[in-house]
């Protein structure tokens, strides 16, 4: 029953310590992000990198990623970030489908390149359909993505989809925002566990 008592007051005080606590920001990392597209089966389909033709004829519909070179905070709290701009193009008023509406008809990959503090790149995969409609939206993928931070401590920066349920409208374009922020490494928080932990046994004690 202790062992349980105290479990719950590392978490509580672990909790409010996250909430209370005044966000730092390490520098700034400097982020490029770019897009391609990938043909399905059907509907026909025809890739230009970061611009694809799905369907033929009148009813064409060209959907084109737009790319950011931007620099963007590292903070210990979530900050939001513009990764892009997907959009689409047509005459028709609606977007091309399948036989099976409930199959992607478009797989996109967006990816980030991080050149400061640290190199390196990750990537999100996705997939959007089924089409049909006057939105195409996300279906299948990644929501979130990882960078090194090159910060001490930190063992990743996290690039989370917000909000994910992504919908590309017909002849108009939709921003790709994320909420980017470092996360400690596991072991740093298995540290700060423990002391907050010896912190409310010692208090304990002294009651």
């Given at each position: 029953?202790?062992?349980?008592?105290?479990?719950?007051a590392?978490?509580?005080?672990?909790?409010?310590?996250?909430?209370?606590?005044?966000?730092?920001?390490?520098?700034?990392?400097?982020?490029?992000?770019?897009?391609?597209?990938?043909?399905?089966?059907?509907?026909?389909?025809?890739?230009?990198?970061?611009?694809?033709?799905?369907?033929?004829?009148?009813?064409?519909?060209?959907?084109t990623?737009?790319?950011?070179?931007?620099?963007?905070?590292?903070?210990?709290?979530?900050?939001?970030?513009?990764l892009?701009?997907?959009?689409?193009k047509?005459a028709?008023?609606?977007?091309?489908?399948r036989?099976?509406?409930?199959?992607?008809?478009?797989?996109f990959?967006?990816?980030?390149?991080?050149?400061?503090?640290?190199?390196?790149?990750?990537?999100?995969?996705?997939s959007y359909?089924?089409?049909g409609?006057?939105?195409?939206?996300?279906?299948?993928?990644?929501?979130?993505a990882?960078?090194?931070?090159?910060?001490?401590?930190?063992?990743?920066?996290v690039?989370?989809?917000?909000?994910?349920?992504i919908?590309?409208?017909?002849?108009g374009?939709?921003?790709?925002?994320?909420?980017?922020?470092v996360v400690?490494?596991?072991?740093?928080?298995?540290l700060?566990?423990?002391g907050?932990?010896a912190?409310?046994?010692?208090?304990?004690?002294?009651?």
């Amino acid at each position: 029953m202790t062992h349980r008592v105290v479990l719950v007051a590392v978490v509580l005080l672990m909790s409010v310590a996250a909430a209370n606590a005044e966000p730092i920001v390490f520098g700034t990392t400097e982020l490029t992000t770019s897009g391609s597209f990938s043909c399905r089966a059907a509907p026909a389909c025809t890739s230009f990198g970061s611009s694809v033709v799905l369907g033929t004829g009148a009813s064409a519909t060209t959907l084109t990623f737009a790319g950011v070179d931007t620099m963007v905070p590292v903070s210990n709290k979530a900050v939001p970030v513009t990764l892009g701009t997907l959009s689409a193009k047509s005459a028709g008023s609606t977007f091309p489908t399948r036989t099976n509406p409930n199959v992607p008809i478009v797989n996109f990959r967006l990816s980030l390149i991080q050149s400061a503090p640290f190199a390196d790149h990750t990537s999100f995969t996705q997939s959007y359909g089924p089409g049909g409609g006057t939105t195409l939206r996300f279906l299948l993928g990644d929501t979130y993505a990882q960078l090194h931070p090159g910060v001490e401590g930190y063992g990743s920066m996290v690039y989370s989809l917000s909000p994910s349920d992504i919908r590309i409208p017909m002849n108009g374009s939709v921003d790709l925002t994320a909420k980017a922020g470092v996360v400690p490494e596991p072991g740093t928080l298995t540290l700060v566990g423990f002391g907050v932990a010896a912190a409310a046994w010692r208090r304990r004690k002294t009651r």
